[in-house]
C-alpha cells in the first residue's frame, strides 16, 4: 500500500505550472505598468494592446468573469461567487476591487496554492505534508469547479475574437496548459 505522501507527491505541480499560472494572470489583466513589466517586448505596441483589451474585455461580450460561463442564473452566479470568495478567505487573500471570479484574480489564486504546496514540502514532518496535501486538495477542487471551464471558453472566445496576434497566442497557451493542468490534476484522479 502506497503512503499518503507518495501517492499524492504524484499529482503535485511543478515550478513551471506556478510560474506559468503568474503568466497568465498577468497576460489576461489591464495592459498598465505591472504588464509591461512581464512583457517588456509589447511596450512598443502600448496602445495597440491597450486598444486591443478594451475592444475585447471592456466594449464588448467578452466577459473574464468566470461565473458569466458556470452559472445559469443570477442565484448560482451569487453562490459561486460565494464558494470563490470562501476559498480565498480560507488561504487568506481577497481581491481588490474585483469581483472574485476575474479570471486574473483565479490564476493568481492557482500561483499561490502552488506557492504553499511548495512551502510546506520545505519543512520536514506530518504538519508540513498534511499542509501541503490541503493546498493539493483545493487546488485541484478550484481547478475543476471554478477554473479549468471558464478559462477554456474565455480563451476560445478570445482565439475567434481578437485581431491582436499577443492575446491569440495567450489564448491558445492558456488552452493547452488547462489541458495540461486538467491531465495532471483534473477531473480523472
Known sequence: MMSKKMYTASVFPDRESMLK????????????EAFFKTFPDLKNQADNIIAEYDRL????ELWLY?????????????????????????????????????????LEFMHLLIFKIFYAQQGTGIKQ???AIVCLNALMTF????????????????????QHDF???????LIEFME????SFGKNI
Open 21 to 32: 499560472y503568474k503568466l497568465f494572470a498577468a497576460a489576461f489583466s489591464y495592459p498598465d
Open 57 to 60: 474585455f471592456r466594449a464588448g
Open 66 to 106: 468566470a461565473t458569466e460561463y458556470l452559472a445559469n442564473n443570477e442565484f448560482e452566479k451569487s453562490n459561486y461567487l460565494s464558494d470563490i470568495s470562501g476559498f480565498y478567505k480560507a488561504f487568506g487573500v481577497e481581491p481588490d476591487r474585483e469581483r472574485p471570479d476575474l479570471l486574473t484574480n483565479e
Open 129 to 131: 505534508n498534511n499542509n
Open 143 to 162: 481547478f475543476n469547479e471554478y477554473l479549468y471551464a471558464p478559462a477554456k471558453k474565455i480563451s476560445v472566445a478570445v482565439l475567434s475574437q481578437s
Open 167 to 173: 492575446y491569440k497566442i495567450m489564448a491558445q497557451e
Open 180 to 183: 495540461y493542468q486538467n491531465e
